[in-house]
């Protein structure tokens, strides 16, 4: 009755305004992606190569703060509010200079990135340009991490919802200025896509900012100045020991996702963006499941905090529940209409009916991805992150292998690498299970 009552309700309050505000961000992403998509494919290849691999440093620095979260929930799971806020002062004060160094990186160092990756030289320039506009973004990211640690930990994330709205309704509209030249704006194309995403990420980080001062009283979790100026670097370290594993294995998984994307790109130039194209699809229903493991991520963390192990299994359950319906959903609509949906992105009816089976599979594939999802962050709440850094080079190492073996040795082309991710993430979600069954406190 307790997890039905109260946890139940603190589930949906943590999850539901994360899932909106990433819904939402997605929605712009997917529009953006249309308007590309619809002017040159080579576009989409383009977008897919960029945002792969800054992606990748981006969710490493986010990766890192979860180990704040970990300690924070099990921190306030323990009744120890004070020991909860040192531990977010430290993050605050300190989880800024790897993003600086990314942005350095990225604003000098993308044509090397993309020339290790196989991008042809049609796709260089776009590539390069749109990364050399974005990588300001880099420059907030740390702290965005950090209090978005607050945010969930308070149990308060409602503001995503608005802030959501602001910087993507805001990115859309620039968007159309900027890509198309609209209204006496210069026709920038590929680098107005850019533009306007990096304009909106800085005004819905001034939104934030506001937020957090003007309603501090909502964010129980949330460290005053003096407290943040004042944070020993130990609190810190203890965060990113244990943020570190989390921050390896997504590492990893974008690391194999590059390398899935260099294997495309030897078979055409356009099935990096076919990849794009489906797998875009795919994250507007992983953005809906991802926030319901951040949710099973606090509140795991609570429960273990307290040692309470029947209420840190029935969240585990109920929130791999509820993913499996998103994932019979996304299953359902898109088996019903794929090439409606893909139709979006793209007229070319060769690449519609070419891209059918691969929209299905990556569909069907979100069951698998609930699991790791789910039960992943059920796992880590309880403070064992070393376990999915183990699953995820298995996985990274097999699925890669897989993927080469089905392009260069059974000459399977495209299908072979979404076997591939087929395989990878099914597996992985099996061993993940066994070990949370193995769980006691």
């Known amino acids: 009755m307790l997890f039905k009552a109260e946890y139940k309700n603190k589930l949906i309050k943590i999850f539901v305004p994360i899932m909106l505000s990433n819904l939402i961000a997605q929605v712009q992403m997917f529009i953006d992606r249309i308007f590309l998509g619809r002017m040159d494919i080579l576009y989409m290849s383009a977008v897919g190569n960029a945002t792969a691999p800054m992606w990748t440093t981006m969710s490493f620095v986010f990766s890192m703060a979860m180990g704040a979260s970990i300690l924070i929930s099990q921190s306030v799971g323990e009744k120890d509010i004070e020991k909860a806020k040192d531990y977010a002062a430290s993050m605050i004060k300190l989880h800024n200079v790897i993003p600086v160094l990314l942005f350095l990186f990225w604003t000098f160092c993308s044509p090397l990135v993309f020339r290790l990756m196989g991008v042809s030289e049609n796709v260089m320039k776009p590539c390069v340009t749109y990364t050399r506009i974005y990588a300001p973004v880099y420059l907030i990211i740390g702290l965005w991490a950090s209090y ?65 001062i003007s309603k501090k009283d909502k964010f129980f979790t949330s460290p005053g100045l003096k407290r943040i100026l004042g944070a020993k670097i130990r609190p810190y370290f203890e965060s990113i020991k244990l943020g570190i594993p989390t921050a390896c294995e997504d590492l990893l998984w974008n690391v194999g996702n590059l390398c899935i994307i260099r294997i495309l790109n030897t078979i055409n130039e356009k099935a990096a963006g076919i990849y794009s194209m489906v797998f875009t699809v795919e994250i507007l229903f992983v953005v809906v499941i991802g926030a319901i493991g951040s949710g099973t991520l606090t509140l795991s963390g609570e429960a273990t905090g307290a040692k309470d192990l029947k209420l840190y299994k029935a969240v585990v359950k109920t929130s791999v529940k509820w993913a499996f319906l998103v994932a019979a959903f996304a299953l359902i609509f898109v088996s019903i209409f794929p090439r409606l949906t893909l139709s979006l992105f793209t007229t070319d009816k060769d690449v519609i009916e070419m891209s059918v089976i691969y929209i299905i599979m990556v569909a069907a594939n979100l069951f698998g991805k609930s699991g790791n999802i789910i039960v992943g962050n059920g796992i880590r709440g309880y403070g064992d992150t070393k376990w999915m850094l183990f699953t995820q080079i298995v996985g990274t190492i097999g699925v890669v292998s897989l993927a080469a073996l089905c392009v260069f040795v059974f000459k399977l082309g495209m299908l072979g690498v979404f076997v591939a991710v087929l395989c990878d993430e099914g597996l992985r979600a099996v061993i993940n299970y066994i070990r949370y069954r193995r769980i006691k406190f």
């Open 148 to 212: 978005s640690v607050v945010f969930q930990t308070s149990n308060y994330t409602k503001p995503l919802v608005a802030y959501g709205i602001i910087r993507s309704v805001l990115n859309i509209i620039l968007d159309y200025l900027l890509i198309f030249g609209k209204f006496g704006f210069p026709r920038m194309e590929i680098a107005g896509a850019a533009l306007g995403t990096t304009i909106a990420e800085y005004v819905g980080a001034i939104y934030l900012l506001y937020i957090t």
